[in-house]
């Protein structure tokens, strides 16, 4: 029989579970009718959220946007929480930089009108995708956006790709380039695409956007309004979350190996004293075991990929097929921060680097591979000495494997390639516009680096749905065992284990959006059972 207190041991105190805690304690402070239990594997809460100091100015290593504000949960807290501004300089306080500064391989800055056209394509491009509507389009745009975009697109980057075939004959207007060495009109314009593709891939995590499903891009959700980051840190969030739970409730270094459930009405196993059976048995990386009711499973989708396995033993019995399933389906990619300081105060610009491509003759072959897909690199706000860029896939996990001195050669010969103006000219006849920010004039003296692809509490960064995979694989993850438990099965012990993350929410994936929500969905899944939700 079940204890008379169900016992809730949430599993991850990341904003996730941090978020069904905060709900289930709240609802529950004055009636005492649970029994309430965090564990995190780390020695830290907020899982992919984790805010740090670097050389004064406050950053992100996790999560860094609030995307969207009117409406936002997460928003409405920080405001409640007076979290949104901050006596200490932070990342993006000023928001992105208005006119970033494009330049081509080798030092080439390109004329603003040979970019926004293309840029603005491909906004297009995206916003058709996304289920955004044709407002805007060219009769010609329009015409290419319907024969393209209809049933039997695969993916965004066929999509895209497809698109960069039809640019220039919706153009009409051949360029006529002066000033640019050995680029021309085509190779710049695949070079500029290729930005803004890379761009996508970090926003998305998909490390080639050919595994980037078409069909489920149209289902994804963002707020309406600006996208912020918080003045005090995402982490500030985690902590007003954390703050109600009694001390103790939350244990820290609690890494859990494997999960004992009861699919069936199978014979329950004794717990440590014998009498009190809990249907879920916790087992610990240090050999103790915990039991409960209810579990609610907050770990990332890399976890659980690598969890499911074949031989992984994460879950005693393997969890059933339709859900293994869906984790093998979706896609969870790796997207990591690069943060350099500069040695000297020294003015930067928010530099977009277009790279010749693979196949060309003319690369910088100096040049790193890992940097030749970074979109861009800038300071964190307008005068700030921290540099950041973003890495997707797998340059992201090479940039984890290397030291900071190899980060910073290579950094070093890239921005050199680019800023180095002492020999080039723009189009117009003019010395180059950015001559004064000769690339050897920049040395950096720190580097910090996020590192979520191989650690073991993460896996990587965030989910994506992935070729093969839909929104429906998302509403599988959310799920509980054993299946339709509280519809009524077989089970006596239904709702065993639940599932919460960013990974489990149809339309905010890959959000704390989704993260927040989903705690919220299985807390009060928790509720309904007990009849409690209106305490």
């Not at 800038?378 to 090479?398: D, H, N, Q, T």
Request: proline share 4%; with cysteine.
């Amino acid at each position: 029989m079940v204890a008379k207190k169900p016992r809730i041991v949430i599993i991850g105190a990341g904003m996730a579970g941090l978020t069904a805690a905060n709900k289930l304690y709240t609802t529950l402070a004055s009636n005492d009718s649970i029994e309430l239990c965090v564990v995190e594997g780390g020695t830290r809460i907020g899982g992919r959220i984790n805010t740090k100091e670097f050389c004064g100015d406050r950053i992100e290593l996790g999560a860094t946007w609030i995307h969207g504000i009117k409406k936002s949960p997460i928003h409405k807290i920080a405001r409640e929480i007076s979290s949104l501004r901050s006596d200490k300089a932070w990342e993006c306080m000023d928001g992105f930089m208005d006119e970033p500064v494009t330049v081509a391989e080798g030092g080439y800055e390109i004329n603003p009108s040979i970019v926004k056209p293309i840029s603005s394509f491909f906004d297009k491009l995206m916003d058709f995708a996304q289920g955004k509507g044709s407002e805007g389009l060219s009769n010609e745009e329009n015409e290419f956006f319907h024969r393209n975009g209809v049933q039997g697109r695969v993916s965004i980057g066929c999509f895209l790709r497809q698109g960069l075939d039809a640019y220039g004959c919706l153009m009409k207007c051949p360029k006529e380039l002066k000033g640019y060495g050995n680029w021309n009109g085509k190779s710049l314009d695949e070079a500029i695409f290729a930005i803004h593709e890379n761009t996508q891939r970090t926003y998305t995590a998909a490390g080639d956007l050919l595994t980037l499903d078409y069909k489920a891009e149209s289902e994804y959700r963002m707020f309406p309004g600006e996208e912020i980051t918080i003045g005090k840190g995402y982490t500030s969030i985690i902590e007003f979350l954390a703050s109600v739970l009694p001390a103790g409730s939350i244990q820290l270094g609690r890494k859990v190996m494997k999960i004992e459930w009861q699919p069936e009405n199978h014979q329950l196993l004794e717990t440590e004293n014998g009498h009190d059976f809990r249907p879920v048995k916790l087992n610990f990386s240090d050999g103790s075991v915990m039991w409960a009711d209810h579990v609610i499973v907050t770990v990332s989708l890399g976890v659980l990929k690598s969890g499911t396995r074949e031989n992984s033993g994460m879950f005693d019995p393997p969890l059933p097929d339709f859900k293994t399933q869906a984790i093998s389906r979706l896609g969870f990619g790796v997207v990591n921060k690069l943060f350099l300081e500069l040695s000297h105060p020294n003015r930067f610009p928010f530099l977009q680097m277009a790279f010749h491509r693979s196949n060309s003759e003319f690369r910088n072959h100096k040049i790193p591979w890992w940097m030749r897909k970074t979109a861009y690199m800038c300071p964190i706000y307008g005068k700030s000495s921290v540099l950041i860029s973003w890495f997707a896939g797998k340059e992201a996990l090479e940039v984890e494997s290397l030291d900071d001195e190899e980060i910073i050669n290579g950094v070093s010969t890239t921005i050199s390639s680019f800023l180095n103006h002492n020999s080039h000219e723009s189009c117009n006849g003019k010395v180059n516009s950015m001559e004064s920010c000769d690339g050897r004039e920049f040395e950096f003296s720190k580097v910090l680096k996020s590192q979520w692809g191989n650690n073991p509490l993460f896996l990587g960064s965030y989910s994506y749905v992935a070729v093969g995979s839909s929104g429906e694989d998302l509403d599988t993850m959310a799920m509980p065992l054993p299946k339709h438990g509280n519809l009524g099965s077989s089970s006596g012990y239904p709702l065993q284990i639940l599932f919460a993350g960013e990974a489990t929410h149809r339309t905010h994936y890959s959000t704390t959006h989704g993260a927040y929500f989903s705690g919220l969905r299985e807390a009060n899944r928790l509720l309904r059972h007990y009849h409690l939700s209106e305490v």
